[in-house]
């Protein structure tokens, strides 16, 4: 049952990610950063699910285009500290309302008596999920 309903929501947030000009990883990326500073980009990586050596385009990118700084640790020089810039938080936000907005849209499918327990059920799934 998950298979098509993430199929259908990925091939929604597709063309909102590429109106803004960002890749899937790397809005995932930047919503981690978002809400808090990670240290070093392996932890990053392992908290998101992705390999710790092909997110290193990801946050290159993103850094160029100022959106996240990755800034030395004072406690340990040699590790980065990563977190979203004001620009990067912005960006998100912008992201975040449109595709939620087309969430919306679909979710409208679902009979209003049965959302409210379908919303509840997801949280859910996704929270044990990990």
């Known amino acids: 049952m998950a298979a098509p309903l993430t199929r259908r929501l990925l091939a929604l947030e597709a063309p909102i990610l590429e109106r803004y ?13 978002s809400e808090k500073e990670y240290r070093g980009q392996n932890v990053l990586a392992e908290d998101i699910g992705a390999d710790k050596t092909r997110i290193i385009d990801v946050l290159d990118d993103l850094q160029d285009r100022g959106l996240i700084s990755r ?16 620009k990067g938080r912005r960006l998100r936000e912008q992201v975040r309302r449109a595709i939620r907005r087309e969430e ?3 979710l409208s499918e679902v009979p209003s008596s049965d959302r409210e327990a379908f919303v509840r059920a ?5 929270e044990s999920a990990g």
């Not at 800034?71 to 004001?86: E, F, G």
């Not at 997801?122 to 996704?126: A, D, G, Q, S, V």
């Open 122 to 126: 997801l949280r859910t799934l996704t």
């Open 71 to 86: 800034d030395p640790d004072p406690a340990d020089r040699r590790a980065r500290l990563l977190a979203a810039t004001a």
């Open 104 to 106: 919306e849209q679909l």
């Open 21 to 33: 000009g960002i890749s899937m990883w790397a809005y995932t990326v930047l919503s981690r950063l």
